[in-house]
């Protein structure tokens, strides 16, 4: 991957009447990532594509695509390109002349177009007697790969994806997937795309950014947003998950201390690396994934352990999937291989652990 920033977005705000769609919104994107931007819907992922790509402009903050202030550049003039989930394409031009129309506009010689179009529709793995056709003679994922190749037909440095894929079947964009993770890697342009798909976003992006009420709560890797989440509301958002409420007796470099009435550690200390740096005496949460929790069978032990009763079994085809109260009220959820067949019925008592690898502990204030 060539190194080097290539967006930079800094305290952007964006007001609508009285509304703050981007409430100060900052974050940078180096050259060839594939950045996914998530979020409950309103919470400004388009809106913050859209000053990107210079359809709007923001009412503070400062934008830089390629080292260079995009504020008063015109959204033709940005090195960018956005590739909308309604499909904007031309239903009177063919797929060549579709292609092609960014370069025309761009007074592009008709041969040097004809070849870069014949480039594209390789690249997009289409069929070359496709380029003569109407976009209405396409099939959706068809026309999706000739939308993307227009995005692309210029060379932009920043392709900006918005929801492109969400209008598929789910074994189309099964195979879209495939074909912009293929095409990331062999054009290296960067992408921000947008997604409500979470899967999609953990298949997809190098980094992942969570966004909320206009506001971008953690921007990481995957492995980052899904085991170190920043808050309870991006752990919650990203997947299932078991929160369970410690009380930190203190937290210093070494990491923290706690009890809970729930959980039995014999050490009740947890080491920095799985404490975000927010925890402070007081209230916490410990997080563990539902597929790292184990139920013990007689005998086996773990770092910490908890008893709980089985409340619901859910078969999910791989896997299976138990629902359990602790004692103190809490509700689990675990997760276990589907072959692994236990003889755990709803009403048994179990006794539940995981490894003090497996957690994060984060503070229970905020979202
Ligand atoms: P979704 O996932 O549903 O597409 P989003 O995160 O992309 O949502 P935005 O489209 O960025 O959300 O919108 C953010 C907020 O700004 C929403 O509450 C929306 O109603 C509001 N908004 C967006 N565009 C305008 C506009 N032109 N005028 C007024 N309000 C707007």
Known sequence: MPAGTILTVQDVTKTYGRYEALKGVSLSVEKGEFVALVGPSGCGKTTLLKQIAGFEDPASGRITIAGKDMAGVPAAKRPTSMVFQKLALFPHMTVAENIGFPLKLRKMAPEKIASRVGEMIALMQLKPEYLSRYPRELSGGEQQRVALARSMVSSPELLLLDEPLSALDVKLKKVLQAELKRLHRSVGVTFVHVTHDLEEAMMLADRICVMRDGRILQLGTPADIYYRPADRFVAGFIGETNLLPVTVLSHDASGIRYRSEDIADDTGAVA???????????????????????????????????????????????????????????????????????????????????????????ASAGA
Request: with cysteine; glycine share 10%.
């Open 272 to 362: 920095a690396s799985f404490v975000a740096d927010n925890v402070v005496p007081g209230e916490g949460l410990m997080m563990v994934r539902p597929e790292l929790l184990k139920l013990l069978k007689a005998g086996e032990t773990a770092d910490c352990t908890l008893e709980a009763t089985i409340t619901e079994v859910f078969g999910k085809g791989g896997t299976i999937q138990y629902r359990a109260r602790s004692k103190q009220g809490q509700d689990l959820v675990i997760e276990i291989p589907g072959t692994s067949s236990l003889p755990v019925a709803i009403g048994d008592q179990v006794k539940l652990g995981w490894a003090k690898s497996d957690i994060y502990v984060f």
